[in-house]
């Protein structure tokens, strides 16, 4: 490091800064210390900076074993804000999000010494799990239970679903059908209350829900029941996929989107805009929630919690062409 400090013309603390992401240097520093680390060929000791600074700069996460869109987008963009600043991420995937492949993950990560934990359980099962990790162990849930009193970052599940649901009640409808996520899912629950809220709000009727899970066939089964029901002129899916399962059901029923019904989706996956018609949907920013669930697991890490142990992210409704009047 002190070769690298001389070769650049600057402090050894200035190279620190710069190996470690520090926001406090001006850039054309930073390009020649990078630019002398790269002839230098100089790559930091981590062990040897563990055993002076008491810190591995390696985080744990651990998630499901899942391609669903919204954790995986999330896991994502928490490993490159994570490598942005400089930290080795770690990542346990489970198969079932239950509390003893939970608590396996958490040891798992407590045994290579981990600064900290970033665990992505967004069922009660799994953040039950987590209750029981020691205090003394740095930890961020993502999407856990709202209720309880721990560091938590989460998008604004009512929020995004009551926006989703006075959208299609503005354009007229008298009232909005909800294909639902798994009921143990905290996203889910919160996307239920967000609908239902709206509805009351508006004095509208609030109709029984239809249970589905996360994937395309859930929604096309629940969309062939409401495909034929002449009522139903509106409907708020859990997420796009849901959506586009509902849109065949439709389409095969020969019901028209959005000439006869109505459509809204949660997620903004990158297809929403190419179906057909484009989806009106509601967009998590994943970026944002990786930047917080960052924030608050250094200040952990340090000791000094600042803020709210809660963080919330507010998503944005996104309109496209799958919601309209409906016909007089």
């Known amino acids: 490091m002190n070769d690298v400090a001389r070769l650049a013309g600057v402090s050894h603390q200035t190279v620190s800064r710069v190996l470690n992401g520090h926001p406090n240097v001006r850039h054309q520093t930073r390009l020649r210390v990078r630019a002398a680390i790269e002839e230098l060929g100089y790559r930091p000791n981590r062990a040897a900076r563990a055993l002076v600074t008491g810190r591995s700069q390696l985080i744990g996460v651990v998630a499901q074993n899942s391609t669903l869109y919204g954790p995986s987008s999330l896991l994502g963009a928490f490993e490159l804000a994570a490598t942005a600043r400089g930290f080795v991420v770690s990542v346990r995937r489970v198969r079932e999000l239950d509390g003893a492949s939970i608590a396996a993950a958490v040891e798992h990560h407590r045994d290579q010494r981990v600064d900290g934990i970033v665990a992505i359980t967004p069922t009660a099962a799994a953040d039950a799990a987590l209750a029981r990790v020691p205090a003394g162990v740095p930890l961020v849930t993502v999407d856990g239970d709202p209720s309880r009193d721990a560091a938590l970052v989460t998008v604004d599940q009512e929020a995004g679903a009551r926006a989703a649901t006075r959208h299609l009640l503005d354009a007229g409808h008298r009232t909005v059908w909800h294909v639902s996520g798994p009921p143990d899912w905290f996203d889910a629950a919160g996307r239920v209350r967000g609908w ?48 586009l399962g509902i849109l065949r059901a439709m389409a095969e029923r020969g019901r028209s989107v959005p000439g006869e019904v109505s459509i809204v989706g949660f997620d903004d996956v990158p297809e929403a805009a190419f179906f057909t018609p484009p989806l009106t949907t509601v967009r998590p920013d994943f970026d944002a929630v990786a930047a917080r669930t960052l924030e608050l697991l250094l200040d952990r890490i340090s000791g000094e919690p600042a803020g709210p142990a809660t963080r919330t992210v507010t998503p944005l409704l996104v309109p496209r062409a799958s919601v309209a009047a409906p016909h007089a």
């Open 196 to 243: 239902r809220r709206a509805l009351e709000e508006a004095g509208a009727e609030v109709p029984p829900v239809s249970p589905g899970d996360w994937s395309a066939e859930a929604g096309y089964r629940a969309g062939q029941l409401l495909a034929r029901m002449p009522e139903v002129t509106a409907v708020f899916a859990a997420n796009d996929h849901q959506a």
